[in-house]
């Protein structure tokens, strides 16, 4: 008996099919090579790789802005240093000065203001005025005004107490006039030399007449 081919075994389609199954083939190898070998035959799944960072110039903006603070940081302490500097010679100078112009009757009136008991008889003509610090280049001073408010010549011996907030006294000063004249006036300076930072107010304690 003789029986009929068999369909999809002869003829033209096995030979199409061949070709299908070829270009598939290639083309399936067209994009696993696309793929960068990540064996999933797909370029718009690739993972983008980690970038080498050791090609690049790392750490080169925080060095930049490390030395450029590094040297606001040096000039503000020369600025500050040199402000010390400035302020320490302002108020050296202006020691100096007052102790040339007071040395002499400041240890008269301590030694005058030895044997006073009490606040002395002349604390009526004694006056006492802060100064600004920026005229005695930070030095805490006062401007003590004597007055002879008598009829006839005298000579004057003042104390002048620095104290703390509690009232202790931290140092003490003199001041004086010699042979003032009646209704006349001098302006003597006392300051301390203790630190700024003590905050220090001052105090008249004695004044003698004599």
């Not at 080169?60 to 010390?84: E, G, I, W």
């Not at 100078?93 to 009490?118: C, I, N, P, Q, W």
């Not at 004086?176 to 300051?191: C, M, R, S, T």
């Amino acid at each position: 008996m003789h029986l009929p081919p068999r369909a999809g075994l002869a003829g033209p389609r096995p030979i199409a099919l061949a070709v299908a199954v070829l270009t598939c083939t290639l083309a399936a190898g067209t994009l696993t090579g696309c793929g960068g070998g990540n064996g999933n035959g797909s370029g718009s799944g690739r993972t983008p790789s980690t970038p080498d960072t050791a090609s690049f110039s790392a750490g080169t903006l925080p060095s930049a802005l490390a030395s450029s603070a590094s040297a606001a940081v040096s000039s503000a302490r020369a600025s500050a240093s040199a402000a010390a500097s400035s302020a320490e010679a302002r108020a050296s100078a202006f020691e100096a000065s007052v102790s040339a112009d007071t040395a002499r009757s400041a240890a008269a009136a301590e030694k005058e203001l030895k044997g006073v008991h009490g606040r002395g008889n002349a604390v009526s003509e004694v006056g006492v005025t802060g100064l600004p610090k920026d005229r005695t280049g930070g030095v805490l001073a006062v401007l003590v005004t004597i007055t002879n408010k008598t009829d006839r010549k005298a000579s004057y011996a003042v104390q002048i107490d620095f104290v703390d907030a509690g009232g202790k006294v931290a140092e003490t000063r003199y001041v004086g006039a010699q042979d003032l004249e009646p209704g006349k006036k001098v302006q003597p300076i006392a300051f301390s030399r203790r630190s700024e930072e003590e905050k220090l107010t001052a105090r008249l304690t004695k004044a003698q007449r004599y």
